[in-house]
């Protein structure tokens, strides 16, 4: 089904089911759907309103809105088209998104998952709202970079190493100020990160309420906190439960309440992958939370279908450093970084228990196998796309295909 801003009944339509008949059925609509939905009445407004919010208490539990998995895709070849996917996991579908094409500077990349962009020697392009609508295009940064952290702490965007060996210092660390519209150079990287100071071998994760940024070497644990008010770094820190199982590869995330979560990844044969809650302040590693079931693990391993046959042959097999994860609220996406891969999402229960339920998310993102050759990389992250996201991009000619339920 395609949702545009023209899905609309008529009033007529709308009087024959109301109330709490209504607000039931609209628990179980894609939130995609409520959107139309929302501008037949003013009766029906509040019915969508009111199934999201769970009003009405007593044991009614909401059908709330959780954090989309979104999927890009860009051609190599001109006009450099980009495909985008999504999956809502309130409402266990995937959605293609059909918008302009975003004008090409660069590779899209993303190290964080609120963020995308694009950098040349001479321009910057990045995006950061929910359903990525709008871009801002600034000039780049001093530093030629390839590959660097990027993550927007507050109202300013970190860029850190990833540069060309033939630069002075390899970890120079740059800050944009959105409000100012200027670059600033900060504290250098530690040393100790001279050799991975790349997206590729570091897990960054923000923390929106203190406005600092933590960056993690994903094959050590060692560990730093950046605070852009005062341009430097603190640490370090040892990432590392006490267990006796080998971790090769960690990644880091705040769910709610801020609570810092470690994803570790067990074994160069990814033989388990678990959760820890760590200490926000202290950065110790707090509790265990959480183990991936084991076949689950299996399922990212092994070949079930013709598709994983195939993306077998492009990308070989999954190893500890062809896994991402993307972390927002209490959902955690763990995934094959390749055209087709595996998706496995936890949801983190909100009780304060740390309880997790673990499933698997059948990719039907519609990536074609065939065309690996064709795309410079698949980029994966999380976004809190809510209603009035979703009012605005259908307001702008966006279109929303639903198209199967996962």
């Known amino acids: 089904m395609e949702v545009t801003g023209d899905n609309l009944l008529t009033p007529e339509d709308s009087n024959q089911i109301h109330g709490d008949i209504l607000e039931s059925i609209f628990n179980h609509v894609p939130l995609v759907d409520l959107v139309p939905a929302s501008y037949v009445s003013k ?5 969508v309103s009111t199934s999201l919010q769970g009003a009405g208490g007593g044991s009614r539990r909401p059908n709330r809105i959780k954090p989309w998995l979104l999927i890009y895709t860009q051609n190599t070849r001109f006009p450099h088209s980009t495909t985008a996917h999504a999956y809502d996991p309130r409402s266990h579908v995937w959605i293609e998104i059909h918008e302009p094409s975003i004008k090409f500077i660069s590779a899209l990349r993303s ?9 040349s020697p001479s321009s910057f392009s990045l995006s950061y709202d929910p359903l990525h609508l709008t871009w ?7 530093i030629w970079r390839i590959d660097p952290i990027v993550a927007m702490v507050g109202k300013r965007v970190i ?3 990833g540069t060309f060996d033939f630069e002075d210092d390899p970890l120079a660390v740059e800050m944009y100020d959105l409000e100012t519209c200027k670059w600033e150079m900060c504290e250098s990287m530690p040393a100790i990160l001279r050799e991975s100071a790349s997206s590729a071998w570091l897990s960054i994760a923000v923390n929106s309420n203190k406005n600092k940024m933590y960056v993690v070497e994903k ?8 605070d852009p008010s005062i341009k430097a770094w603190q640490g370090p820190y040892r990432l590392r439960p006490q267990t006796t199982s080998t971790i090769s590869h960690c ?3 705040f769910a709610n309440h801020d609570r810092l979560i470690f994803v570790g990844i067990i074994g160069d044969d990814i033989k388990s992958i678990k959760l820890w809650e760590v200490d926000g302040e202290s950065l110790e590693v707090f509790r265990e939370i959480g183990e991936m079931p084991k076949q689950l693990v299996e399922r990212m391993k092994v070949i079930s279908s013709e598709d994983d046959a195939e993306n077998m042959i492009c990308f070989g097999m999954p190893t500890p450093s062809s896994i991402g994860v993307s972390l927002m609220d209490d959902l955690v996406y763990v995934y094959i970084n390749s055209v087709g891969g595996a998706i496995i999402m936890c949801e983190i229960s909100g009780d304060g228990s740390g309880a997790c339920s673990w499933t698997s998310v059948k990719n039907v993102s519609g990536i074609d196998i065939d065309r690996c050759k064709l795309t410079q990389g698949t980029v994966l992250g999380c976004s809190r796309v809510g209603f009035d996201d979703l009012d605005k991009a259908l307001r702008e000619s966006r279109k929303f295909h639903v198209k199967e339920t996962a």
């Open 251 to 253: 990644f880091i995330g």
């Open 43 to 47: 009766s029906w407004k509040l019915a």
């Open 219 to 226: 094959s050590t644990g060692v560990a730093y906190s950046f």
């Open 111 to 119: 190290s964080h998952s609120t963020l995308l962009y694009m950098l």
């Open 136 to 142: 801002q295009h600034i000039k780049a940064p001093l």
């Open 159 to 161: 860029i850190a190493g």
